[in-house]
């Protein structure tokens, strides 16, 4: 079946403008989580969702950084006023979530943002 | 908090050596622990994983047990092969909440043929 998608792959864009990046998660996966890899880095927790709900919103940089789940299925996430030191690559994932435990995460191929 | 640190790279070997890439972990309770795999121009891919003490977990030829008493994660493989150069990570989550992934920086790996 269809893993992880994000759109776009590349994103380019000024310093100061407003970006919007997509994750389509497998479909039934209740949990969505966005990480942010910076270059050299390992991942870093931004965000997550349970279903439509952000549970867990800790890892978000700051206000300029917000995410959205309307319908339960597709996450949009969304940054003001870019910097340039928002480049990096953004990745989302996604797992089933049934009650107690730990169920495996997904990741997508990411979306490279770099901020001019 | 919790943290996971692993050895700075790059590795660099030659076919068929041993490889041995380092983890810690500081966490309070009883995390999950897992490697994680990024091949060039690929996303992140699960390699094996541990859900408690002493658990071994095995893919590919690649090892690594959870240890406790020591808080390691120590990845293995007794003999590598061209196709295994990556960048390895590794990481934990905690044992209840949002299970949100904590990574370390990540060892590239460099297999010469």
């Known amino acids: 079946g269809a893993g992880v998608s994000q759109t776009p792959s590349n994103k380019v864009t000024e310093k100061g403008k407003y970006v919007e990046l997509r994750c389509d998660p497998i479909?039934?996966?209740?949990?969505l989580y966005w990480y942010r890899q910076s270059l050299g880095q390992g991942p870093e927790f931004l965000i997550y969702?349970?279903?439509?709900?952000?549970?867990?919103d800790s890892g978000l940089p700051n206000d300029r950084f917000f995410a959205v789940r309307p319908e339960g299925s597709v996450s949009t996430l969304k940054i003001q006023r870019t910097e340039r030191g928002d480049s990096a690559v953004y990745l989302c994932?996604?797992?089933?979530?049934?009650?107690?435990?730990?169920?495996?995460?997904?990741f997508g191929p990411g979306t490279r943002l770099t901020v001019l | 908090g919790n943290s996971v640190t692993q050895m700075e790279g790059p590795v660099t070997l030659s076919e068929e050596a041993f490889l041995t890439i380092n983890c810690t972990y500081t966490?309070?309770?009883?995390?999950?622990l897992f490697w994680y795999v990024q091949y060039p121009g690929e996303g992140l891919q699960l390699l094996l994983k541990?859900?408690?003490?002493?658990d071994k977990g095995s893919n590919k030829g690649f090892e690594a047990t959870y240890r406790k008493e020591t808080t390691s994660f120590h990845l293995e493989k007794g003999s590598v092969q061209v196709s295994d150069s990556a960048v390895y990570f590794c990481?934990?989550?905690?044992?209840?909440?949002?299970?949100?992934?904590?990574f370390g920086t990540g060892t590239r790996l460099k297999v010469l043929a």
């Open positions: 994932a996604s797992s089933l979530r049934s009650g107690r435990g730990y169920n495996e995460q997904f």
């Open positions: 479909s039934g996966h209740t949990a």
């Open positions: 969702f349970q279903g439509t709900g952000a549970a867990d």
């Open positions: 966490a309070t309770g009883y995390p999950s």
């Open positions: 541990a859900t408690k003490a002493d």
């Open positions: 990481a934990l989550t905690g044992t209840s909440g949002t299970y949100k992934y904590i």
